[in-house]
């Protein structure tokens, strides 16, 4: 009963307390919006949530590493509210709009899937509110439109058939033929139209066997696969994600797919802890930037890397290196904005005008602000190779391509920027 | 240009693992005529049990070959932990509603069964992959091809000898077929409708269980699962004709071989191929290629 | 006979939309102009329930609807939302006119199936067409009214007040419909074909009527809804959109051309508080406020409204 009274006494004073404390110090609110159920969640949308849970704990403690060390965004506490992605775009939308009119967030970071992305970046235009994509990856979001308040702190997909393109000129040589799997929806076809047209302007003589776009979710392989070894391309692209990815190496495995040609998994790392034995040694993973395996061994990543994994039991997968990016680089942009306002609360414009061309550093490392009008993050990116070593998979024969290597030019769409030679 | 073998091999493959996702869903509307759209639930279900319960097993140690029994006994267990309450629990308060109505009730089902999952097993994925390999693997036209595949197809065709049997040739089949005809009739002539109705939802489930238990080997189990199994399974047995074991068969082996074929020759038309084929043979056989027409009351 | 209410209690609620608009917090409006949309598909479905058909393709002319819409925007800069939904709604109207000439046959689970192949062919073709964004689709250029393009701060208000008129319009119209003798042939052969072609009537060509019509409402809300929300994609085709279709239509019953969008609204209320109160359980919310529905209200919401006034009419 003592400890009881206690306990109440203390909220009382708490409760007392509380407005003096709201005065001083209103919190920051953000909306985070990612797959919570589906079968993006698993992959993606849970990782990234349990990113962003770490990350503004430790950032609400003050224990961010230098200069992120300022408790929450200069000084005001980060409160968070998290939504679902899932659903029709109409509902997406829909959300969105309930976020910042009805839950009056001041700023949002989120959105995985493209296709949310280019429905929100309007949106958050006309209702002029800071929006951060934290993981979504067509190009076509700063090449078709400009905005003033959306932003994107992860470098866009084409960096990854890029950069798989230059990985295996740089560890194949000349290739005779590639073949794809990839899944029958946008991020599927651009990640082949890309590849495919990065081999080309490397090796106008590549033969392309067979392109196979099974439908997205289908599970069941056994056609494709049977394709891809009958056809003997040398080379095998896929952008294959989770579940589907999951499935393709377990059908693809034990039937002898991996053993004479060269795979490359674009978005292999999200698997490769799990499927560890499944992977045979010598298949391309890619992290869709120097995440996971790829990121360098900095302040950043030693905090966020162990900090993760002691309050997860799992290692941060690349989405949730993107979200910890996407939340350092908006922290960066506010305590900047906040700064040259006096030290006062910045408004969505002053920090949108404080991202704009932003360099910062994470997790993944350096990210530059440098395409889209200064909206759109480049990165350097990595490919590797599998080891298993003792039953947990190491990368080998890694190779690092600079950030300009592998984006186009501010200005030039990165289709054109590939059929055009990458010329920088 | 790929051989015809493997064509053809593929082909059975896909028509064996379809023939068992979608066999129970034709069983179910034959007997009740309900569509059900749990099956994607139980398909699911089994094939987190089958998946969970596998992996404990062999993690501890016990003896791999008996993997395939621990698939068979999660299914089994997870149909009859959910299938028979849905059904007593409120299934039967809706026989005397319209056919869409029930489609309805099951896809409320459907969704809360999706978050119970999540809730039991959570988001990540469970694999099982021991299963696949542990049995070695054949070849054809040079490719190869795990034996895991052809107990697929062993079992599909044991489901439909077994199935066959228990309604040509047993008196429960004969009573079956009184309560399919007229189950007012049957019920006044002193059969008991409702263990049948109990019993034939619990086997159509059961049969989906199975479906995603023997899967669950060659894929990762994923919330989500079961979504896409629904439409497809759908597609098959409509194209078969609703509540016919034979059309079950024949649409699973058509769409199954036309698949294969598409994928190895033109890969682009593969996301079609199902639809078509449905609207196709629902524009000539309005009732499936072994639907039967209504008796028309007038 | 009773006077027809209808009518009025119709212009009634246009103007408390007028009125309320202007103090309603706007992300209310936006779900406000949705339910529009949705409800005009959902009148649809609901005349082809009467006929006792489901179609479980009804997604295939909101789409068709929709890309019109964005067809107009893109190619020909025409952003008007009056423009838009009209062409919307004949391009339905044409495709189930041709579509109509095959599902006029069917009936039951069939009509339902073949719908939903239907429509999942056009998703495929979306899907397979990069010029049109595939799955990712593509945004539309800003709403304009008659021409002019409200200013920010009114834009929801506008684009709501207009949506409300043009819905009311569709509303009018398809209530004047089924007091036509065409219109009042849907619970009949809903009840028995066959006394209906007795007495000289053609079911086919009534359901052929009625399936045109409730494609072209579907794609009037399509290409508003395109408007509204600024961006369109092939999930607008697939299947699980037209389950929520029907979803709202068991939820909402057939009683009042007035039901569908009340059944719109509360699907969007309760959607909404679902995503908010349990992000990660929302699915299961979803599911038992259906099961609720389809248990202790089995005429649907409508039904409310028809027992309160048997109520009131009753003996005092």
């Given amino acids: ?38 079968p993006a969640a698993s992959p993606f949308g849970v990782p990234a949530k349990n990113a962003a849970d770490f990350v503004v704990d430790e950032l609400n403690a003050g224990k961010g590493p230098a200069p992120y060390g300022k408790v929450g965004f200069g000084g005001s506490k980060i409160e968070m509210v998290q939504i679902d992605e899932a659903g029709p775009t109409t509902s997406v939308v829909t959300e969105y709009r309930n976020l910042v009119q009805r839950s009056n967030v001041d700023l949002v970071i989120g959105y995985i899937s493209s296709g949310s992305c280019l429905a929100i970046a309007p949106v ?64 599927g076809q651009d990640s082949w139209g890309d590849f495919e047209a990065s081999m080309k302007q490397i090796d106008p003589g590549v033969d392309v066997k067979t392109s196979q776009m099974p439908k997205l979710f289908a599970g069941q392989y056994t056609a494709e696969i049977s394709s891809l070894l009958g056809t003997g391309a040398d080379v095998i692209h896929s952008s294959f994600w989770d579940g589907d990815l999951e499935a393709f190496i377990l059908q693809a495995s034990p039937r002898g797919l991996f053993d004479k040609r060269t795979v490359i998994l674009t978005t292999g790392e999200t698997a490769m802890h799990k499927l560890a034995a499944q ?123 600079p950030a300009e290597a592998v984006n186009p030019p501010e200005g030039v769409k990165s289709t054109d920027w590939i059929k055009g030679g990458f010329k920088k | 240009m790929s051989q015809i073998g493997p064509v053809l ?21 034959g007997v009740m005529k309900i569509l059900n759209v749990t099956h994607g639930s139980f398909y699911a279900l089994g094939a987190y049990a089958g998946a969970s319960l596998t992996g404990a097993w062999l993690a501890k140690g016990y003896p791999p070959m008996l993997s395939y029994a621990v ?44 978050d119970t999952i999540k809730l039991i097993w959570g988001v990540n994925p469970y694999f099982v992959a021991e299963p696949y390999a542990l049995l070695g693997s054949f070849e054809v036209g040079g490719l190869k091809y795990p034996t895991y595949n052809l107990i697929l197809v062993g079992l599909a065709l044991a489901l439909s000898a077994g199935l066959a049997w228990v309604l040509h040739s047993t008196k429960v089949g004969k009573l079956l077929a009184a309560v399919i005809h007229d189950p007012e009739m049957s019920r006044a002539l002193g059969v008991n409708v409702d263990r049948f109705y109990l019993v034939t939802f619990t086997l159509g489930c059961l049969l989906a269980a199975l479906g995603g238990s023997f899967t669950a080997p060659t894929v990762s189990v994923v919330p989500g699962l079961g979504v896409d199994v629904i439409v497809l399974s759908f597609a098959v047995v409509v194209i078969g004709g609703l509540g016919s074991l034979p059309g079950a068969a024949l649409g699973a082996v058509i769409v199954g071989l036309v698949r294969s074929v598409s994928v190895h020759y033109l890969p682009q038309v593969e996301l079609f191929v199902i639809y078509s084929v449905m609207a196709l043979v629902l524009a000539f056989r309005p009732r499936g290629l072994f639907g039967l027409a209504e008796p028309r009351k007038i | 006979m009773r006077p027809d209410r209808t009518p009025a209690t119709l212009v009634a609620i246009l103007a408390a939309l007028a009125l309320g608009g202007l103090v309603l917090p706007q992300w209310l409006l936006f779900i406000l102009t949705i339910a529009c949309a949705q409800g005009l598909v959902v009148l649809g479905l609901s005349l082809l329930l009467r006929a006792g058909l489901v179609s479980f393709g009804q997604a295939l002319f909101y789409c068709i609807g929709a890309y019109t819409a964005g067809a107009l925007s893109r190619a020909f800069g025409v952003s008007d939302l009056l423009a838009q939904m009209l062409a919307g709604t004949a391009a339905a ?22 719908s939903l192949a239907l429509s999942m062919i056009f998703y495929g073709l979306i899907v397979k067409s990069e010029t049109l964004g595939s799955t990712d689709g593509f945004n539309l250029a800003k709403a304009t009214l008659l021409g002019v393009r409200p200013d920010e701060a009114w834009v929801r208000y506008a684009v709501l007040l207009a949506a409300a008129c043009l819905t009311l319009l569709a509303a009018l119209l398809t209530h004047r419909f089924l007091r036509t003798p065409l219109g009042r042939l849907g619970p009949a052969i809903k009840d028995n074909e066959i006394r209906v072609e007795y007495m000289g009537a053609s079911v086919r060509y009534a359901i052929h009527v009625n399936y045109v019509i409730a494609a072209a409402l579907a794609g009037a809300g399509g290409a508003l809804a ?27 019953g057939s009683g009042s051309v007035i039901a569908p969008f009340l059944g719109a609204l509360i699907f969007g209320a309760i959607h909404t508080t679902a995503y908010d109160l349990s992000p990660n359980t929302w699915q299961m919310s979803m599911g038992v406020a259906l099961l609720a529905a389809i248990v202790f209200l089995p005429d649907g919401l409508w039904s409310l409204f028809t027992r309160l006034r048997a109520a009131g009419a009753g003996p005092k």
């Fill in chain 1, 1 to 38: 009963m003592e400890g009881l009274k206690k306990v109440a006494v203390a909220g009382v004073i708490a409760a007392a307390l509380a407005p003096l404390g709201v005065l001083a110090q209103q919190p920051v609110k953000i909306g985070f919006v990612m797959f919570l159920s589906g």
């Fill in chain 1, 124 to 187: 958050a235009e006309e209702l002029k509110k800071f929006t951060n994509f934290f993981d979504c990856g067509t190009p076509r979001i700063f090449e078709d439109a400009s905005y003033k308040y959306v932003f994107r702190t992860s470098p866009t997909a084409t960096m990854d058939s890029v950069g798989a393109a230059y990985f295996v000129r740089d560890t194949k040589g000349k290739v005779k033929s590639i073949a794809g799997v990839n899944q029958n929806y946008a991020w």
């Fill in chain 1, 279 to 401: 992977i045979p040694d010598g298949t391309v993973l890619g992290a869709r930037g120097p995440f996971g395996p790829y990121a360098p061994d900095n302040a950043y990543n030693r905090w966020f890397a162990k900090g993760f994994e002691a309050k997860f039991n799992a290692p941060p997968n690349y989405a949730s290196y993107q979200m910890a990016q996407a939340i350092l680089g908006v922290k960066a942009a506010w305590e900047k904005a906040m700064a040259s306002n006096g030290g006062k609360r910045p408004t969505n414009e002053q920090v949108g005008a404080a991202l704009e061309h932003l360099a910062f550093d994470g997790p993944g490392g350096h990210v530059r602000m440098a395409i889209g009008k200064g909206h759109q993050a480049i990165m350097e990116t990595a490919y590797g190779m599998t080891k298993n070593v003792g039953g947990k998979l190491t990368m080998v024969n890694v190779k690092r391509y």
């Fill in chain 2, 9 to 29: 091999v593929d082909g059975v493959i896909y028509s064996a693992w379809l023939f068992i996702a979608a066999v129970g869903l034709t069983l179910v509307y």
């Fill in chain 2, 71 to 114: 698939l068979l006994g999660g299914a089994i267990l997870v149909t009859l932990v959910f299938a028979p309450a849905i059904e007593r629990g409120l299934l039967r308060f809706m026989y005397a509603k319209d056919e869409v109505v029930i489609l309805l009730v099951t896809y409320a089902l459907f969704l809360i069964l999706e």
């Fill in chain 3, 93 to 114: 109207a044409a495709v189930a006119f041709v579509l109509g000439f095959l599902l006029a046959r069917y009936r039951g689970i069939f009509f339902g199936l073949l």
């Fill in chain 3, 226 to 252: 395109a408007t509204t929300v600024g961006h369109i994609d092939p999930e607008m085709a697939y299947w699980t959109t037209s389950g929520e279709f029907v979803f709202i239509a068991i939820l909402a």
